[in-house]
């Protein structure tokens, strides 16, 4: 291992960027001691050099193109915070992966649509993709199921993997608020953005869900097989009949190795109150995995917000310094199947269904 300082390029300074320059400035001893090197922050890049983010960029050279991130000699590792699946983010990634760069990146879509290209391409350069902040925020589950639970046969992995959507049904549940009430309230708490499309549909639990089929199945990555529905046509009544009946509804991710394929489907799902997914409450995230030596593992935190992203962000450029470049999605991404879907019209299970009557006497 090298002990010379690992050299950062950050692309993209919102929130989650300017949380890892902080971290990786306020925890500097301690990520030096652990990663067995300094690790530095030489380059930034974002689209308004002069506004106030709260952190100090004194003495870190300053990029008005993102892409010069990919080709400077002084950056070893491009850390892509830029978002979206294709673009700019898309262009960064492939240009530091040619340009022999590692790369780390917290962009779901991005992975969700083009993981098993760029994976394939970083491995062959011989760099590391690493993304475990594109997946439950501060919770480590990448690094769960591609490390502590490497030697297990996945069998089922499912979770909560969208912060927005359970607080708002944990606070439709707690207050009896209507669906569009909520949203307003936390699009004011910052829990949901302007446009809450992407969340409150199901899409980004999708992106999140389809990467995590691939660690698990060692499958290409294949969002376009995620069947999706959202939340927004749950009411208070639904969530009060559910109570009655001894559940809590919760906006889902589940894949699923069956004998003819891979399922995959996000949809709100009535959860028995007795298991613990059923108490994740707010904007936390919980992902639940069942493996054939291990059994049943939970792993729960916060799925979004600066300090927990960026937190998974430093744990995987820790893991580059330490030289630990490990196969994208737990086997050699050359040898990724496609692997045969699932269609939700042949999933099998208990469904509740509410019909609403006039009655004319």
């Known amino acids: 291992m090298s002990n010379s300082p690992l050299k950062i390029g950050v692309a993209g300074l919102g929130t989650v960027g300017a949380g890892v320059v902080k971290l990786l400035s306020q925890q500097a ?32 050279n300053w990029c008005h193109n993102p892409l010069e991130l990919a080709t400077k000699k002084n950056v070893d590792v491009v850390v892509e915070l830029i978002g979206g699946e294709d673009g700019i983010a898309k262009e960064l990634v492939e240009t530091a992966i040619a340009d022999g760069k590692h790369v780390v990146t917290a962009n779901k879509a991005l992975i969700a649509h083009h993981g098993t290209q760029l994976a394939r391409s970083a491995e062959a350069a011989n760099v590391a993709i690493a993304f475990e902040a594109a997946v439950a925020g501060g919770v480590p589950i990448v690094k769960a199921l591609r490390e502590g639970l490497v030697g297990n046969k996945v069998s089922r992995i499912f979770g909560i993997l969208n912060g927005t959507c359970n607080y708002i049904l944990s606070e439709m549940r707690q207050t009896g608020k209507e669906f569009d009430v909520v949203l307003k309230e936390a699009q004011d708490l910052g829990y949901a953005e ?34 999706i529905e959202g939340i927004s046509q749950i009411s208070p009544l639904d969530i009060e009949f559910a109570d009655d009946l001894g559940y809590r509804i919760k906006l889902l991710g589940i ?7 891979i399922e995959q ?74 692997s045969k879907i699932v269609p939700i019209s042949d999933h099998i299970g208990s469904y509740y269904v509410r019909f609403m009557m006039l009655l004319y006497l």
């Open 255 to 261: 894949s699923r190795q069956t004998g003819t394929g």
């Open 265 to 338: 489907r996000v949809h709100p799902c009535m959860v028995p109150i007795d298991s613990p997914i059923a108490h994740i409450e707010g904007v936390f995230n919980a992902v639940v995995a069942e493996g054939d030596f291990v059994g049943t593992s939970m792993y729960e935190g916060r799925g979004a917000g600066e300090g927990p992203t960026a937190s998974a962000v430093v744990a995987d450029i820790i893991d580059i310094a330490r030289d630990r470049i490990l196969n994208t999605f737990t086997i050699p991404a050359k040898e990724l199947q496609k």
């Open 29 to 60: 001893n301690l990520v030096s001691l652990r990663s067995g090197r300094d690790i530095v922050i030489t380059a930034v890049s974002a689209r308004e050099p002069n506004k106030d983010r709260g952190i100090d960029l004194t003495g870190i």
């Open 194 to 227: 302007a446009n809450p499309t992407f969340d409150i549909d199901g899409v980004d639990t999708a992106h999140k869900l389809s990467i995590l089929t691939s660690l698990a199945f060692g499958s290409e990555v294949n969002f376009k097989a995620v069947h």
